[in-house]
């Protein structure tokens, strides 16, 4: 978890006039989420709620959600079932895309993973239900145990031996052979190939008690955020670099190219449909549990 916590003061009034308090937000330093949330975060974005921002990793904000602990989180589409009770489900600010899965990595490459020790970021992260419904195919032996681990330090495990494999996310796709590793499986190629669906990997959620006019307030300010970030990408580089863990800046960008596209303005009905596709695939292998019909729809009524 990164400490570093930014509070910005807008001029933002609800429908009587009063000034809204800063909400609480917590989403990771990585590329994407710092450059769709930086005009908002620095009070650029006409009449959206001020906001303190903390940053913190997928898997920590994961846990955030399910205990209820902020106003406003990015987490992962697998802890949806666990959460939405509280939480709304915004239509935008997320990360879904094609081509941008999870990858499993191996010291050598073609690798059997029967019975073999693999490293994951976190056991209620979208990469390990893609990576559940992968092996359920492809390793019908099952593999071994499951150890979670940061992201970051999936990739020195596997080189070092620690573990047999690794489930990786983020900018690990551009950086894994630099460790001297090799892509055993694509978990978004194969979901792609079943589904014809684009992955849904990272989303947005709101609490339901804020109410529906706030949601909607909410809603708007991340879609005029991140059609600011793309009118001038430039003013957002800043942020983008602080908080990116010495990523070379390259990287970054493609960070940014490959996780921030139309499906981060908005799901559409290709997007619910991928949402709606992995919890529903996922519940049947019993990866989680099923969600109510209604459960991803935007509104704060429930």
């Not at 019975?115 to 559940?132: D, I, M």
């Not at 031996?161 to 990786?168: N, T």
């Not at 708007?220 to 863990?245: F, G, I």
Request: a negative charge; proline letters at 7%; glycine letters at 10%.
């Amino acid at each position: 978890m990164t400490d570093s916590t930014d509070t910005v003061t807008d001029t933002a009034t609800d429908s009587a006039g009063a000034p809204l308090p800063a909400l609480r937000i917590a989403f990771s330093p990585c590329p994407n989420d710092t450059f769709v949330f930086d005009a908002w975060a620095h009070g650029r974005v006409p009449g959206a709620p001020a906001l303190d921002v903390t940053f913190a990793d997928i898997d920590l904000t994961n846990g955030m959600a399910e205990r209820g602990e902020f106003d406003v989180l990015k987490v992962s589409y697998a802890v949806l079932p666990w959460v939405l009770d509280e939480y709304a489900l915004l239509p935008c600010g997320g990360a879904l895309g094609r081509g941008c899965g999870p990858l499993v990595l191996t010291k050598e490459p073609g690798a059997d993973l029967t019975g073999r020790t693999v490293a994951v970021p976190s056991e209620r992260s979208t990469a390990y239900l893609l990576f559940r419904l992968w092996a359920a195919e492809a390793v019908p032996g099952g593999v071994g145990e499951i150890v979670v681990m940061p992201f970051d330090e999936i990739m020195p495990a596997v080189r070092d031996g620690r573990v047999d494999a690794g489930l990786v996310i983020h900018e690990a796709r551009f950086t894994y052979r630099d460790y001297g590793l090799h892509s055993l499986a694509d978990m978004g190629e194969h979901w792609e190939h079943t589904t014809g669906l684009p992955i849904p990997l990272g989303a947005i959620i709101a609490k339901r008690s804020l109410g529906e006019e706030t949601l909607n307030r909410l809603a708007e300010s991340v879609r005029t955020s991140v059609r600011m970030a793309w009118d001038d990408p430039e003013r957002s580089r800043p942020y983008v670099l602080k908080h990116a863990q010495e990523m070379d800046p390259a990287v970054a960008d493609q960070h940014i190219g490959l996780y921030v596209n139309e499906f981060t303005a908005d799901l559409g009905e290709h997007g619910y449909a991928a949402v709606r596709g992995l919890l529903t695939r996922a519940a049947a292998e019993g990866l989680v549990p099923a969600l109510a019909p209604d459960a991803l729809a935007f509104t704060g009524g429930r």
